[in-house]
């Protein structure tokens, strides 16, 4: 298994074309039934499935292609099984979880719908694995991206 870096480091610059991008991307949470967060789109199934955890916010995240660079499979498998390791240790709901781009030729990102940590936490994960983005999703609002690595 390779060694897997998740300590923050210089962050390459974040284009207004990748922030389209994510917001573009269908993130299916692997519940029953399945959800599809959409940012800037509120939901009955996400509403339904954060009430029925009890909770007023969850987040979607992944470890794959740290800076939206593409890196081999046996990273991001490694990667994503240290964020899985570290959800599991919190002891909290955490669902399995893909985001999908709806526009241009991205690979689909496995990762995680996580509920029940603060907007600080999720920031700190994202940061973390450096993530351009999460998507942070609350019974109030409708989906939206946050920065993690943004001052």
């Known amino acids: 298994m390779p060694a897997v870096n998740t300590t923050p480091s210089s962050t390459p610059p974040l284009t207004p074309e990748l922030i389209a991008a994510y917001a573009a991307t269908h993130f299916w949470v692997d519940a029953s039934p399945p959800v599809c967060i959409k940012v800037g789109e509120q939901s009955a199934g996400l509403q339904a499935l954060l009430a029925r955890f009890g909770v007023d916010s969850s987040f979607f995240i992944t470890a794959h292609n740290p800076y939206s660079k593409e890196t081999n499979d046996a990273y991001n498998a490694a990667a994503n099984e240290a964020l ?9 709901p955490a669902f399995a979880a893909n985001g999908k781009a709806s526009v241009g030729e991205w690979p689909d990102e496995p990762g995680f719908f996580v509920c029940g940590l603060s907007q600080a936490q999720a920031l700190a994960l994202g940061q973390q694995f450096r993530q351009y983005a999460i998507v942070w999703c609350s019974l109030d609002r409708a989906p939206e991206l946050l920065f993690p690595n943004r001052d």
């Open 84 to 92: 899985h390791q570290q959800l599991s240790a919190l002891n909290i």
